[in-house]
């Protein structure tokens, strides 16, 4: 059974920085791609805002290039997404995601940023 668990979300004011992790269990981050996506308020919809391939090839979306970093640490099974110059419009639930075809979902983390 696959699982993903994330940590790391929080209150933080504009300019700071937070650093989420996912905990993998009943697979492995090294041999499949994943992807950190966000729902903001009143979005229906979750955005992909970064992806790492199993090459480790890692992708961002615009917005948040520069100052999202997307890694990986193969001995602890767990992927991070280091947030830095954190802006009040990151504010969402992020979610890990694991798979292509078939794609697991951690439990998401609230990240919210003030002004």
């Known amino acids: 059974q696959v699982q993903l668990v994330e940590s790391g979300g929080g209150l933080v004011q504009a300019g700071g920085s937070l650093r989420l992790s996912c905990a993998v269990s009943?697979?492995?981050?090294?041999?499949?791609?994943m992807g950190w996506y966000r729902q903001a308020p009143g979005n229906s919809q979750r955005e992909l805002v970064a992806g790492m391939t199993s090459d480790g090839i890692t992708n961002y979306e615009d917005s948040v290039k520069g100052r999202f970093t997307f890694s990986r640490d193969n001995a602890k099974n767990t992927v991070y997404l280091q947030m830095d110059s954190l802006k009040p419009e990151d504010t969402a639930v992020y979610y890990c995601?694991?798979?292509?075809?078939?794609?697991?979902w951690g439990q998401g983390t609230q990240v919210t940023v003030s002004s």
């Open positions: 995601a694991l798979g292509i075809r078939e794609i697991f």
């Open positions: 009943g697979s492995s981050v090294s041999i499949t791609s």
